[in-house]
């Protein structure tokens, strides 16, 4: 079965620090990767997706992600990070084969605390 | 246009109850799931449906059935309510099912 990890459990960061987080998945296939934001009592909302061509994907708030096939990752990027962006983050993996039928997985998330 | 809808938004079961989670969305979208969060243990697939009157299994459906009679709806049922089961739960619909979900604002559900 496929799987996604995502090392770190929580991040703590300083305003205008940069971030990276990390994200690797097993499985051998051609995949589609996304990047969630859940806000401190919200809903998840997508921050980005990767299908196919350019593997550095810019999503929204200033995110961005690198895809690294032969390393199986899709870390998440953001130069300087803002209060605003405490969070929690979940990278997920879907399968091309299947097409629709083979949902989402996702990673156990990583908590993203910046401090002023 | 309201997306993902989830009702009710909270609830107190006792053990042993029982209750429905209703999902609805208005987008039209074919592919419609049902997440548990807990913490430390990301979002887990409970059942999912690529269509109406279809339904799957997920990662963890033990204790939960669903149904899905109309396209804008997504049920998921507790017969017999457990401890285990205090939870947020989370709907999502797709339009392909390879696109980005769309997600509901959650249910956040203790059993006492």
């Known amino acids: 079965a496929q799987s996604v990890s995502q090392h770190n459990h929580h991040v703590i960061l300083s305003e205008a620090a940069s971030l990276e987080l990390g994200c690797n998945y097993s499985y051998g296939g051609t995949v589609n990767l996304f990047w969630y934001v859940q806000y401190p009592g919200q809903h998840l909302q997508l921050l980005l997706k990767y299908f196919s061509g350019d593997p550095l994907v810019k999503g929204i708030k200033g995110f961005e992600a690198e895809f690294i096939k032969s390393k199986f990752s899709f870390n998440l990027r953001k130069p300087s990070v803002q209060w605003s962006d405490t969070a929690e983050y979940f990278c997920?993996?879907?399968?091309?084969?299947?097409?629709?039928?083979?949902?989402?997985?996702f990673g156990k998330g990583t908590r993203l605390s910046v401090i002023a | 246009n309201a997306g993902v809808t989830q009702t009710p938004k909270f609830r107190v079961l006792k053990t042993g109850q029982s209750m429905t989670l209703l999902c609805a969305q208005d987008m039209n979208h074919e592919y419609m799931y049902w997440y548990r969060q807990d913490p430390g243990m990301g979002l887990r697939l409970i059942h999912y449906s690529v269509g109406e009157g279809t339904t799957a299994k997920g990662e963890v459906p033990d204790g939960y059935n669903v149904s899905r009679l109309k396209k804008q709806n997504f049920l998921l049922g507790l017969e017999s309510a457990a401890p285990s089961q205090t939870s947020v739960y989370f709907c999502?619909?797709?339009?392909?099912?390879?696109?980005?979900?769309?997600f509901g604002s959650g249910t956040r559900l203790t059993v006492v």
């Open positions: 997920a993996v879907k399968p091309k084969v299947g097409s629709g039928n083979t949902p989402l997985v």
């Open positions: 999502a619909s797709s339009y392909t099912g390879t696109d980005g979900y769309t």
